[in-house]
């Protein structure tokens, strides 16, 4: 009878493993417990004030400490067929300037120099979207951005990266290091919180749309995967509706503090020199 | 401790029956039993379910459907598609389900450069996704649809291409079909296979009639009344 129910228990836990594994991604909590990160595809919790120097280095503590939203390969109107083929890897914080989004991709095939400006889509990029009064509506105002960031950065100038997306997500400001990595490339952004289309003043519980993307191109051509991470964009309408967006919601909680009392604009001013 | 085994008894029985049942058609017995014809004509060929045209629903849209008997909501569908070697691969065959009725349900549509998912409602199709994706009209392929809530994703030759929701959730459940809108030449599917819930086989031809004394044709010739 004993060995009997450890069987249907241990069969039971496994099936409802399963079952959650093939239609959720994954999200890492923060290092030191004290975020659980949100919900994956319907809420990241962005740590506040934390700032990051970017330079495509993701040892940084703020980057160490932040929860992780993992996009896998089948997740997204275009699925990849394995993870070593597309994957994407999520983390954001903020200070009272920026909104910090780094990005690990996994990408066996890096390829960029087909399609430009609009239609950088086509090629390999990541999208941030930004919903900055969190109306969710059906159309994008003037405070919505997509915020498309291209592979072809790697090595480019970072405040002058190139962008695309629609709601004027090249005129956003955004700054992007973008560096090749063991098996794909990074993306460390910085959104800035006050521009021509909006200004976001970070404070606990302040809830903004907010959405992730990665398009995958394998071959040339158009693209070949999309990933997405809103669980609400099932369709890829995040271009243009802004119902289709997650949320991101700030935390008052600085990553960096350690006992020693360094704080993260001091760590950050002293990788500068 | 009872209450917990009684809860993993029954989790495990009702997983057991999320797929429960299978039906496989390939069409090899020459007939094609089971399955109605709403519009359209069609006919068994040499082991495929051909379309060979006509048909027109209520709103003018042409296309040609058959049905399945029972209902479905989640579970894969499997069909090989064949275009006629003198098709110029605009005829879209079409894979629909959760057919609630001839001209409310999804259906997925195979062109030759695009795979889409979009829905009937009141008739009219509405895409809700497509991808630009060319595909060989030259030679057979084999699409299979997994199905769970809203999501439907799409695999062309074993290989996953498109993942596509519907957040409504429109339909739920209903009939499996299959359909070609622009019937301007034969289209040719064969190797049927579909799970689901509540998915039973065909009977054999012999066994057509149930206990019900309904025939698929008579029911066909009631619904045309």
């Not at chain 1, 069987?7 to 594994?21: D, G, I, P, Q, R």
């Not at chain 1, 070593?84 to 780094?102: E, G, H, I, Q, R």
């Given at each position: 009878?004993?060995?009997?129910?450890?069987?249907?228990?241990?069969?039971?836990?496994?099936?409802?493993?399963?079952?959650?594994?093939?239609?959720?991604?994954?999200?890492?909590?923060?290092?030191?417990?004290?975020?659980?990160?949100?919900?994956?595809?319907?809420?990241?919790?962005?740590?506040?004030?934390?700032?990051?120097?970017?330079?495509?280095?993701?040892?940084?503590?703020?980057?160490?400490?932040?929860?992780?939203?993992?996009?896998?390969?089948?997740?997204?109107?275009g699925?990849?067929?394995?993870?070593?083929?597309a994957?994407c890897?999520?983390?954001?914080?903020?200070?009272?300037?920026?909104?910090?989004?780094?990005l690990?991709v996994?990408d066996?095939?890096i390829l960029t120099g087909e399609s430009f400006g609009g239609d950088l889509w086509n090629d390999d990029s990541v999208e941030v979207y930004?919903?900055?009064?969190?109306?969710?509506?059906?159309?994008?105002?003037?405070?919505?951005?997509q915020i498309t960031i291209g592979a072809s950065n790697i090595?480019a100038?970072?405040?002058?990266p190139e962008l695309g997306g629609?709601?004027?997500g090249p005129?956003?400001?955004t700054?992007a290091?973008v560096?090749?990595?063991?098996?794909g490339w990074?993306v460390?952004s910085?959104?800035?919180?006050?521009?021509?289309?909006?200004?976001?003043?970070?404070?606990?519980?302040?809830?903004?749309?907010?959405?992730i993307h990665f398009n995958d191109d394998d071959?040339?051509?158009a693209r070949d995967h999309k990933l997405?991470?809103?669980?609400?964009?099932?369709?890829?309408?995040?271009w243009?509706?802004?119902?289709?967006?997650?949320?991101?919601?700030?935390?008052?909680?600085?990553?960096?503090?350690?006992?020693?009392?360094?704080?993260?604009?001091?760590?950050?001013?002293?990788?500068?020199? | 401790?009872?209450?917990?085994?009684?809860?993993?008894?029954?989790?495990?029985?009702?997983?057991?029956?999320?797929?429960?049942?299978?039906?496989?058609?390939?069409?090899?017995?020459?007939?094609?039993?089971?399955?109605?014809?709403?519009?359209?004509?069609?006919?068994?060929?040499?082991?495929?379910?051909?379309?060979?045209?006509?048909?027109?629903?209520?709103?003018?849209?042409?296309?040609?459907?058959?049905?399945?008997?029972?209902?479905?909501?989640?579970?894969?569908?499997?069909?090989?598609?064949?275009?006629?070697?003198?098709?110029?691969?605009?005829?879209?065959?079409?894979?629909?389900?959760?057919?609630?009725?001839?001209?409310?349900?999804?259906?997925?549509?195979?062109?030759?450069?695009?795979?889409?998912?979009?829905?009937?409602?009141?008739?009219?199709?509405?895409?809700?996704?497509?991808?630009?994706?060319?595909?060989?009209?030259?030679?057979?392929?084999?699409?299979?649809?997994?199905?769970?809530?809203?999501?439907?994703?799409?695999?062309?030759?074993?290989?996953?291409?498109?993942?596509?929701?519907?957040?409504?959730?429109?339909?739920?459940?209903?009939?499996?079909?299959?359909?070609?809108?622009?019937?301007?030449?034969?289209?040719?599917?064969?190797?049927?296979?579909?799970?689901?819930?509540?998915?039973?086989?065909?009977?054999?031809?012999?066994?057509?009639?149930?206990?019900?004394?309904?025939?698929?044709?008579?029911?066909?010739?009631?619904?045309?009344?």
């Amino acid at each position: 009878m004993g060995k009997l129910y450890v069987a249907l228990v241990l069969c039971t836990a496994a099936m409802l493993v399963l079952v959650f594994l093939s239609w959720a991604g994954e999200v890492t909590p923060s290092k030191d417990g004290k975020l659980s990160g949100g919900e994956y595809g319907v809420l990241y919790e962005c740590a506040f004030p934390n700032t990051v120097v970017l330079d495509g280095d993701l040892n940084e503590l703020p980057w160490q400490y932040a929860p992780w939203h993992t996009i896998a390969h089948d997740e997204g109107t275009g699925p990849a067929p394995d993870a070593k083929d597309a994957t994407c890897s999520f983390a954001a914080v903020a200070d009272d300037k920026w909104l910090y989004v780094a990005l690990k991709v996994t990408d066996d095939t890096i390829l960029t120099g087909e399609s430009f400006g609009g239609d950088l889509w086509n090629d390999d990029s990541v999208e941030v979207y930004i919903d900055a009064n969190h109306a969710a509506l059906g159309a994008y105002e003037v405070d919505d951005s997509q915020i498309t960031i291209g592979a072809s950065n790697i090595g480019a100038d970072i405040e002058a990266p190139e962008l695309g997306g629609t709601g004027d997500g090249p005129n956003t400001g955004t700054h992007a290091a973008v560096v090749e990595s063991a098996d794909g490339w990074i993306v460390e952004s910085a959104v800035p919180l006050k521009n021509n289309k909006w200004d976001i003043k970070p404070k606990d519980g302040l809830i903004i749309g907010f959405n992730i993307h990665f398009n995958d191109d394998d071959d040339g051509g158009a693209r070949d995967h999309k990933l997405i991470w809103s669980l609400k964009d099932v369709d890829d309408q995040s271009w243009q509706n802004t119902t289709r967006f997650a949320d991101l919601k700030f935390v008052q909680l600085q990553y960096a503090v350690e006992p020693g009392g360094k704080l993260s604009a001091t760590w950050g001013q002293i990788k500068q020199r | 401790m009872g209450k917990i085994l009684t809860s993993c008894c029954c989790l495990l029985l009702l997983s057991s029956f999320v797929y429960a049942g299978e039906c496989k058609d390939d069409f090899e017995d020459g007939n094609a039993a089971g399955w109605t014809e709403v519009s359209g004509d069609w006919e068994v060929q040499e082991g495929d379910y051909v379309q060979l045209g006509g048909g027109m629903n209520v709103m003018g849209v042409p296309r040609t459907i058959i049905q399945s008997p029972w209902e479905f909501s989640d579970g894969t569908i499997e069909v090989t598609i064949a275009f006629d070697k003198r098709s110029d691969g605009t005829e879209l065959p079409t894979i629909l389900y959760r057919m609630i009725d001839d001209d409310n349900g999804y259906a997925f549509r195979v062109g030759s450069d695009t795979l889409e998912m979009g829905r009937f409602q009141n008739g009219q199709y509405s895409n809700i996704r497509g991808d630009a994706f060319p595909i060989d009209i030259g030679k057979p392929c084999r699409i299979k649809l997994e199905i769970q809530g809203m999501f439907t994703k799409a695999y062309y030759n074993d290989v996953v291409k498109i993942r596509v929701g519907d957040l409504e959730e429109t339909f739920k459940k209903g009939k499996v079909g299959l359909a070609v809108f622009d019937a301007n030449r034969p289209i040719y599917f064969d190797d049927v296979i579909i799970n689901g819930a509540e998915v039973f086989p065909f009977p054999p031809l012999s066994q057509k009639v149930d206990p019900g004394g309904k025939l698929a044709s008579v029911w066909g010739e009631i619904k045309t009344l």
